[in-house]
């Protein structure tokens, strides 16, 4: 079985999810490619098709939509795996546009797998959250991988509370480059590293006339300010929300503090037993 994997992650945590999956079903005895979006790969055929992305304003990156518009029409299974920081409900509608256009072109939708994993915009989970949240999907991915495997069918369910603020926040791609242009680099703390520019995966960020410039491309994606070592990125209206450094996925302990924010919603996330 030949299964390709198109994915798009702004901060690694849908990589780490999307190559879990790809080691899983290799030991399930799969042909298994495995593409990042950002290097607009070509579509090659395949049995079975995986798109992985991170879930942005209840919705999916417009990168991802782009890519399912572009596909040619094909009858083979797809299958959604994402990522996003709350397990709160109002995030199961995230792949209906990417939805609409597969049916049409004939696409067979046969399920979704949502992991959760930290926030890299709200704010900071704890470390030792963080790592619980990356064991909890690896366990959860062999499940995962055996379903795809067997090319189990299992119906998408979108509440119309989800379906509602997927529709609100479809601005967001708009929103985003808008406020790309607000983005503002702090000098005092800068050190020059050069990191945001080159590794913005729409190229928008620029340096000329001894000063960082962000253009009209920004997808929001927070990998600037994420992995800036001295925390210099501001992120113009949505400042207040960044998320600055990586977690440290290494800690291994059930002495886990769960956010007082959707904290019924994390506690019903780790106990399901799949
Ligand atoms: C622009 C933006 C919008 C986001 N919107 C949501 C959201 O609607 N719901 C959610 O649970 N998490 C949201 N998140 C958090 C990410 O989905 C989450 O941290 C994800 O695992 C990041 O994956 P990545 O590292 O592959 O980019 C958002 C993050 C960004 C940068």
């Known amino acids: 079985m030949k299964v390709n994997i198109y994915y798009f992650s702004g901060t690694g945590n849908t990589f780490k999810v999307a190559e879990t999956l790809k080691n899983e079903l290799e030991l399930l005895n799969s042909n298994v490619i495995i593409e990042n979006l950002e290097n607009h790969p070509d579509y090659t055929p395949c049995d079975t098709l ?3 992305y991170p879930v942005w304003g209840f919705g999916a990156p417009k990168i991802v939509t782009d ?3 572009n596909l040619p029409c094909d009858v083979i299974k797809v299958y959604f795996l994402k990522t996003s920081g709350e397990p709160l409900s109002l995030n199961d509608a995230s792949s209906l546009s990417l939805i609409k256009v597969l049916k049409k072109k004939g696409y067979m939708v046969s ?3 949502h992991y959760v ?4 915009m709200v704010f900071r989970h704890e470390d030792t959250l963080a790592s619980k949240m990356l064991l909890t999907a690896k366990e959860r991915l062999k499940t995962c ?3 795809i495997r067997a090319g189990l069918i299992t119906p998408i369910s979108m509440p119309i509370k989800a379906r509602f603020m997927n ?3 479809s601005i967001e791609d708009l929103g985003m480059r808008l406020n ?3 983005y503002s680099v702090n000098k005092n703390s800068c050190i020059g590293c050069n990191k945001c520019l080159k590794n913005c995966p729409t190229k928008n960020i620029t340096f000329h006339s001894g000063k960082y410039h962000f253009g009209n491309n920004c997808m929001g994606c927070a990998r600037c300010a994420f992995h800036c070592p001295t925390n210099a990125i501001n992120t113009g209206i949505l400042n207040f929300l960044k998320v600055n450094g990586p977690y440290d996925f290494t800690l291994k302990t059930d002495e886990v503090k769960l956010p007082n924010y959707c904290k019924k919603s994390y506690e019903r996330y780790f106990k399901v037993e799949k």
């Open 111 to 113: 399920g979704e797998y």
């Open 167 to 169: 529709r609100l926040c």
């Open 67 to 69: 890519f399912v518009k």
């Open 180 to 182: 790309g242009n607000l």
């Open 145 to 147: 991988a055996k379903e």
């Open 50 to 52: 995986v798109l992985a």
């Open 117 to 120: 994993m930290p926030y890299n």
